[in-house]
């Protein structure tokens, strides 16, 4: 894990790891959605990674810096599921044991992918669960090296990867939309877009049920908030992680904040409209787009990922909420 603290992150360590995710991460496309209205609403389509998430950037660019220490003692996470899968992943490519602390009730889909890919998994309640993403540590699993799902800088270079994509597929751009789950991937993107283009906005985007970005920015800190389990797993803590503020509070732009209903509306117009499945977390970020939120202008909203449950998108898709 880093030493460094999640706001240190420069433009300089996301174009390093741009060469260090050479032929690991796809360069994924940049699309214009039929959004029926007069705006532009693009979608860069990280579900078609080969986990089907954005987490196979951070978590590749941070095991290639931890060396040859990752393969002496192993890697572990914390995640509910997709950052487990791009540590999986990542690590059975280079040879290296690899375990994730979940949640319990994390979805089955997810929990299976990790499996496939290899990894080990310990599940715990979700108080505990999210004490490991406060602590940075469990301490069965030690000495592995913990790779942290949001804070640490190193994943969040790899995920500030896809904000120079953008800018290059679309220069023109003026509002980023960005799942907030706990602001590695917002944070990484503005890292990069913000450092090239600073009138460029990056808005994290949040449910209803769970919106812990938007409850920091009014308290101006970060507060506890009321949170429900819904399908939109993805995202949606109970407080902002106090290692994340800072830099959240600097390069984000806001919170945009979307009912289930929108969400799941925004999961059938991406099939409807574009034949991608997207899951709850890349739903909020596209519904923003839709309502048009954060104002007129050119929109791209970053699709994090298509792991959903097909017990979750049978119900959208027939215009039910699981």
């Given at each position: 894990?880093?030493?460094?603290t999640?706001?240190?992150?420069?433009?300089?360590?996301?174009?390093?790891?741009r060469?260090?995710?050479?032929g690991?991460?796809?360069?994924t496309?940049l699309?214009?959605l039929?959004?029926?209205?007069?705006?532009?609403?693009?979608?860069?389509?990280?579900?078609?990674?080969?986990?089907?998430?954005?987490k196979?950037?951070?978590?590749?660019?941070?095991?290639?810096?931890l060396?040859?220490?990752?393969?002496?003692?192993?890697?572990?996470?914390?995640s509910?599921?997709?950052?487990?899968?791009?540590?999986?992943?990542?690590?059975?490519?280079?040879?290296?044991?690899?375990?994730?602390v979940?949640?319990?009730?994390?979805?089955?889909?997810?929990?299976?992918?990790?499996?496939?890919?290899?990894?080990?998994?310990?599940?715990?309640?979700?108080?505990?669960?999210?004490?490991?993403?406060?602590?940075?540590?469990?301490?069965p699993?030690?000495?592995?090296?913990?790779?942290h799902?949001v804070?640490?800088?190193?994943?969040?270079?790899?995920?500030?990867?896809?904000g120079?994509?953008?800018?290059?597929?679309?220069p023109?751009?003026?509002?980023?939309?960005?799942?907030?789950?706990?602001?590695?991937?917002?944070?990484?993107?503005?890292?990069?877009?913000?450092?090239?283009r600073?009138?460029?906005?990056?808005y994290?985007?949040?449910?209803?049920t769970?919106?812990?970005?938007?409850?920091?920015?009014?308290a101006a800190?970060?507060?506890?908030?009321?949170?429900?389990?819904?399908?939109?797993?993805g995202?949606g803590?109970?407080?902002?992680?106090?290692?994340?503020w800072p830099a959240?509070?600097r390069?984000?732009?806001?919170?945009?904040?979307?009912s289930?209903?929108?969400?799941?509306a925004?999961i059938?117009?991406?099939?409807?409209?574009a034949?991608?499945?997207?899951?709850?977390?890349?739903?909020?970020?596209?519904?923003?787009?839709?309502?048009?939120?954060?104002?007129?202008g050119?929109?791209?909203?970053?699709?994090?990922?298509?792991?959903?449950?097909?017990e979750?998108?049978?119900?959208?898709?027939d215009?039910?909420?699981?």
């Amino acid at each position: 894990m880093s030493v460094r603290t999640p706001d240190s992150l420069t433009l300089a360590d996301v174009q390093e790891a741009r060469k260090r995710l050479e032929g690991v991460a796809v360069r994924t496309p940049l699309i214009r959605l039929d959004d029926g209205g007069t705006g532009e609403l693009y979608l860069k389509l990280e579900n078609l990674q080969p986990i089907r998430s954005f987490k196979i950037r951070g978590s590749g660019n941070a095991i290639a810096m931890l060396g040859d220490a990752a393969a002496e003692t192993g890697v572990y996470t914390a995640s509910a599921g997709n950052m487990a899968q791009g540590v999986a992943w990542n690590a059975r490519r280079l040879g290296i044991r690899c375990t994730a602390v979940v949640p319990d009730g994390a979805p089955h889909s997810k929990l299976d992918a990790i499996h496939r890919l290899g990894a080990r998994t310990i599940s715990v309640p979700y108080a505990e669960w999210w004490k490991v993403l406060v602590t940075h540590r469990y301490e069965p699993l030690e000495p592995a090296h913990f790779i942290h799902p949001v804070s640490d800088p190193d994943v969040m270079a790899g995920n500030g990867t896809i904000g120079l994509e953008i800018l290059e597929d679309l220069p023109d751009v003026n509002v980023v939309l960005v799942p907030y789950g706990g602001g590695g991937l917002s944070c990484g993107i503005a890292t990069a877009v913000r450092s090239l283009r600073p009138e460029v906005r990056v808005y994290g985007c949040e449910v209803e049920t769970a919106a812990p970005l938007a409850a920091a920015i009014a308290a101006a800190g970060p507060v506890t908030v009321p949170r429900v389990a819904t399908f939109v797993d993805g995202i949606g803590g109970p407080v902002v992680l106090s290692d994340m503020w800072p830099a959240a509070s600097r390069l984000l732009a806001g919170a945009l904040v979307v009912s289930l209903a929108e969400v799941a509306a925004a999961i059938r117009h991406l099939i409807q409209h574009a034949a991608i499945v997207a899951e709850g977390a890349a739903g909020a970020a596209v519904a923003a787009g839709l309502k048009g939120l954060a104002g007129p202008g050119r929109y791209v909203a970053v699709v994090s990922g298509g792991n959903i449950d097909p017990e979750v998108l049978i119900p959208i898709l027939d215009g039910e909420l699981p």
